[in-house]
């Protein structure tokens, strides 16, 4: 087995694809606090994600998501959810940020693993180019819920 | 004759990683033989000038050449040069009759047009296993005009169901599109039977021989279809070159949808006249050094025998069938005994983009997605697919290691 396929599909990636944190069925306006969603499709593979982010109070922020696609993809949308439920809406916002830029940085980043945490394991990803919107599909329907719920929360 | 053709195509020498390369995604792109290349520095070389105009000897190469690269398609489908109109690629010739037919029922193109004229009341027929090239272009023309869009459903085997092909192609039916060869399953349609049944109802017959032309002989006068659509790259020839061909009557009745220089005959500052086929779809400075290099394909092609392409890769086919039978959790989409080298399949538990990863790792090239077939997809229950296709170039080496490797993918996934 080659060492760029190791780095690609790491087993924690593997593992995220099947064991899924957050693929739950949205609740829509059922959410009780300001929320938003957004779905995602990568044309080029049909790839597919409706992801949901609900903000609580407290500064929390929750998301939950159904999709169907690659294990990168899903293993992504899962790593997303986890970090969700380990930081605070500020803390995702830079989350969000660093994942963004190690997804760019064509294998030249290891990825923060403090902050990152399972998504550091993706840094193997951004050396294949056709496989980077596969991992950032969750991120862009995240930050597109993400605006929408903070819209609501404002008016 | 085929080991040594390999030969012919230096990309096939290239290494992925630590494999040898075996490229099984000739239906998306086929490789280019060594002379296909070397007549562009020919070409840019040698005969380099504007086709159609100027009185200089390099012009008239050049216009030698370009004009050369139809009577060779000609010689390959049937037909005479001036049936064969050279457009960007198949895509756009199936949109230049769609988009033709659309003017015309708009109202222009005068008199001779008006047998496209769509409106309301009319219906325009495709199939679901239709590539999206062969199928947009129709829901546009149907939204444009009014028309009803009609499909002819395919069954589990990946046939078409011509169950009710008499009520689905009625009366109504100005326009039957549909593909020779399905692009996904690799199945052959009974063109003889769809041809049929158009002729009884008068409708127009337009063709995508994307999938055929390369593989198999194809004659579009003994098909007897009124407008056919392929693509050069397909067939050992560059991008940026498809070919539209067509009956000469239709085609110089056809409203032009490009339009500007090289295609008029008289221009005042109101209106303008346009001039038969093929210029008349032929707007703007054509891509006359790839016209030249497809020649030279259309040429390699002939010498060596569709025919003989045709029973090679039947025989790849049956290595692929029978090796991808033998492997756990591989469904193969459609069984169709008519078919070409064209093998789609969903690999239990694992998402075709991850499989078409591992092959890759292990030097194998196929493609994974929807193949523009999202609704030949969907009537499978699946989003994508992994699919092989095999060329003229292909040996039965090339099919083993995409099956070891193929072998590998579930084990390498975790999936039992």
């Given amino acids: 087995m080659s060492t760029q396929m190791q780095q690609l599909y790491q087993q924690v990636i593997l593992d995220h694809s099947r064991e899924r944190i957050g693929n739950a069925d949205l609740l829509g306006d059922m959410a009780a606090g300001p929320h938003g969603s957004s779905h995602q499709i990568n044309p080029t593979c049909g790839d597919e994600i409706e992801l949901e982010t609900e903000l609580g109070s407290d500064g929390s922020i929750v998301v939950r998501w159904t999709g169907d696609g690659c294990s990168i993809s899903m293993a992504s949308a899962s790593v997303l959810s986890e970090l969700a439920e380990e930081n605070t809406l500020e803390g995702m916002l830079d989350v969000e940020a660093k994942f963004h830029e190690l997804m760019h940085s064509r294998g030249t980043m290891a990825g923060d693993e403090e902050i990152l945490g399972d998504a550091a394991a993706f840094s193997g990803v951004s050396k294949f180019p056709a496989r980077i919107k596969c991992a950032l599909l969750s991120w862009v329907a995240f930050k597109d819920a993400l605006n929408q719920a903070q819209t609501s929360l404002k008016e | ?416």
């Fill in chain 2, 1 to 416: 004759m085929f080991a040594r053709l390999r030969n012919d195509f230096p990309i096939l020498d290239t290494r992925v990683g630590e494999s040898p390369l075996s490229y099984l995604d000739s239906g998306a792109t086929s490789q280019k033989p060594q002379c296909v290349i070397d007549t562009f520095t020919e070409y840019y070389s040698q005969r380099n000038a504007a086709v159609h105009r100027g009185a200089h000897s390099l012009a008239v190469m050049a216009t030698d050449a370009f004009e050369a690269g139809r009577e060779a398609v000609a010689n390959l489908v049937g037909g005479t040069p001036e049936q064969v109109c050279w457009t960007k690629n198949a895509t756009e010739a199936l949109n230049v009759v769609a988009l033709g037919i659309d003017r015309a029922s708009h109202g222009f193109g005068g008199e001779s047009a008006q047998r496209f004229n769509l409106g309301s009341g009319d219906s325009i027929v495709v199939t679901e296993m239709e590539h999206h090239a062969n199928l947009v272009p129709w829901q546009q023309l149907a939204h444009s005009t009014g028309a009803t869009l009609r499909w002819i459903p395919v069954t589990d085997s990946g046939e078409l169901d011509l169950s009710d092909l008499d009520t689905i192609v009625d009366e109504t039916t100005k326009v039957f599109a549909f593909t020779h060869v399905s692009n996904v399953l690799g199945t052959i349609n009974p063109v003889d039977t769809l041809v049929a049944r158009a002729r009884e109802v008068g409708a127009l017959v337009v063709l995508d021989a994307c999938q055929s032309v390369p593989h198999m002989p194809v004659n579009f006068v003994d098909l007897d279809v009124d407008f056919a659509a392929f693509s050069a790259h397909k067939a050992l020839g560059p991008t940026g070159l498809g070919t539209l061909w067509g009956k000469s009557e239709l085609l110089n009745a056809l409203p032009p949808v490009l339009t500007g220089g090289s295609m008029i005959t008289t221009v005042t500052m109101e209106d303008s006249e346009f001039m038969d086929a093929p210029q008349r779809f032929e707007a703007g400075t054509q891509p006359v050094a790839e016209v030249a290099a497809f020649t030279t394909a259309v040429n390699y092609l002939a010498e060596v025998g569709l025919d003989k392409i045709f029973d090679h890769e039947r025989d790849l086919t049956r290595v692929l069938l029978d090796g991808i039978a033998e492997i756990p959790g591989i469904t193969v989409l459609g069984s169709a005994e008519d078919r070409i080298g064209t093998v789609a399949f969903d690999v239990d538990g694992v998402h075709a983009h991850d499989v078409g990863q591992y092959l890759d790792s292990q030097g194998v090239a196929v493609r994974v997605g929807h193949h523009c077939a999202q609704p030949l997809h969907r009537r499978f229950g699946v989003t994508a697919t992994t699919r092989a296709s095999t060329y003229l170039y292909n040996n039965t080496e090339d099919c083993e290691r995409f099956l070891t490797a193929l072998a590998e993918v579930r084990p390498f996934f975790g999936v039992q």
